[in-house]
C-alpha cells in the first residue's frame, strides 16, 4: 500500500502555480469532454436516420377493417329509464 502512495505520481500534492502536464490537460480536457459531449449527442443519434440502427421501413401502406358483431338483444325500456 505504501508503494502505491508513493509511486503514483497522481497521489502527490501539488504545489500552486505549476504548469499542468501535457498529459494531464489531455486526459481531463479531451476525454471528459468527449463523454460529456457523447452522452449528450449520443441519443440524438441513435434515435436519427443515421443511426446505424435504423432500417428502411417495408411497410409502404396498410388497410384496417373493423367489424362489430353482436350477438344477444340490448334494449332500453323507456318506462324504466
Known sequence: MYIGWV???YYIEKTQG???GKL???LFGVTISTGLLGLLIGP???FS????FVTHNPVGSATLKFN????RTVY???ADG
Do not use: A, H, Q, R
Open 76 to 78: 332500453v325500456n323507456k
Open 24 to 26: 494531464e490537460k489531455c
Open 49 to 52: 436516420t443515421w443511426s446505424p
Open 7 to 9: 509511486g503514483n505520481m
Open 44 to 46: 440524438f443519434y441513435l
Open 18 to 20: 505549476i504548469p499542468t
Open 68 to 71: 362489430l358483431k353482436v350477438d
